[in-house]
């Protein structure tokens, strides 16, 4: 396709394998820095901040889903896709790579052992609704991830309609769905720059949310780990030093190190 062809060659330049190793991609690596400074001003002033960054970061992507996912199932062939998407392969069922990318989805899209959950909840009242709270999570995340693969595979069944080739031919992951399966459905909408510009922004927008959840677990653990560590650091000062920490730890590490050591905050 030519949203494809856009992203192999133009955005990622690749080469034609492992022995040319190609050259520096420096728009990439501008784009690199300035979403680590975004993340930077999410977390400078605490996690007073932070909680109303996600009001908007983490709100306003859902309601573009939805306009999405109406989009995306108007289009030729989107009920093919959408009927690849919900009928279950039951001969898959007993290989054991099927249960760990299922386990995979679990741990990463609600963030289980990543330590987040634990240093965000750190922050709240001790007597709180634990209960409610987990169940609203785990039910949005669900529903969530229904509308999008939903969103996402009457795309797939539109491109597959359009190259007269098999739904399963066409299914990709990771960046390619982003950069290549979306901007295609993109291209189907009225104003389709207007809408890429949206859309781009609101991935912008999750990205910084895992991000910077990521990097508060290790700012907590400091806080906590150190007492007394803000009267000799500004907040900002403490976040940008963390900054540096952060990008040494891989996110097995990390999982190791804070979901042990962030402390509950009596209040």
């Given at each position: 396709?030519?949203?494809?062809?856009?992203?192999?060659?133009?955005?990622?330049?690749?080469?034609?394998?492992?022995?040319?190793?190609?050259?520096?991609?420096?728009?990439?690596?501008?784009?690199?820095?300035?979403?680590?400074?975004?993340?930077?001003?999410?977390?400078?002033?605490?996690?007073?901040?932070?909680?109303?960054?996600?009001?908007?970061?983490?709100?306003?992507?859902?309601?573009?889903?939805?306009?999405?996912?109406?989009?995306?199932?108007?289009?030729?062939?989107?009920?093919?896709?959408?009927?690849?998407?919900?009928?279950?392969?039951?001969?898959?069922?007993?290989?054991?790579?099927?249960?760990?990318?299922?386990?995979?989805?679990?741990?990463?899209?609600?963030?289980?052992?990543?330590?987040?959950?634990?240093?965000?909840?750190?922050?709240?009242?001790?007597?709180?609704?634990?209960?409610?709270?987990?169940?609203?999570?785990?039910?949005?995340?669900?529903?969530?991830?229904?509308?999008?693969?939903?969103?996402?595979?009457?795309?797939?069944?539109?491109?597959?309609?359009?190259?007269?080739?098999?739904?399963?031919?066409?299914?990709?992951?990771?960046?390619?769905?982003?950069?290549?399966?979306?901007?295609?459905?993109?291209?189907?909408?009225?104003?389709?720059?207007?809408?890429?510009?949206?859309?781009?922004?609101?991935?912008?927008?999750?990205?910084?949310?895992?991000?910077?959840?990521?990097?508060?677990?290790?700012?907590?653990?400091?806080?906590?780990?150190?007492?007394?560590?803000?009267?000799?650091?500004?907040?900002?000062?403490?976040?940008?030093?963390?900054?540096?920490?952060?990008?040494?730890?891989?996110?097995?590490?990390?999982?190791f190190l804070h979901t042990e050591i962030v402390p509950i905050r009596y209040e």
């Open positions: 396709s030519s949203t494809q062809e856009f992203f192999d060659h133009r955005v990622l330049q690749m080469t034609d394998g492992i022995h040319q190793l190609g050259e520096l991609r420096l728009e990439l690596l501008g784009l690199l820095v300035g979403a680590w400074v975004i993340v930077y001003f999410c977390l400078w002033k605490g996690v007073t901040l932070t909680g109303k960054v996600v009001y908007i970061t983490a709100t306003l992507p859902i309601l573009l889903l939805i306009a999405f996912t109406v989009r995306g199932l108007s289009l030729p062939g989107a009920f093919d896709g959408v009927l690849f998407f919900l009928t279950p392969n039951w001969e898959r069922i007993t290989e054991p790579q099927i249960w760990v990318n299922a386990a995979s989805q679990v741990f990463n899209s609600i963030g289980i052992a990543f330590g987040s959950l634990i240093a965000f909840a750190s922050y709240n009242k001790f007597q709180g609704p634990v209960l409610r709270d987990t169940l609203i999570v785990t039910l949005v995340d669900a529903l969530v991830s229904l509308l999008c693969g939903v969103a996402v595979f009457a795309v797939l069944g539109n491109l597959a309609h359009e190259q007269g080739a098999a739904v399963e031919s066409v299914v990709a992951d990771g960046p390619g769905l982003v950069f290549v399966v979306f901007p295609h459905a993109l291209a189907q909408m009225p104003f389709p720059q207007l809408w890429s510009i949206v859309f781009f922004t609101l991935v912008v927008m999750l990205g910084v949310d895992s991000q910077f959840a990521t990097v508060e677990v290790i700012i907590t653990s400091v806080k906590d780990g150190w007492k007394g560590i803000e009267k000799k650091w500004t907040n900002e000062l403490l976040v940008l030093i963390n900054f540096k920490f952060s990008q040494k730890f891989s996110v097995k590490s990390q999982i």
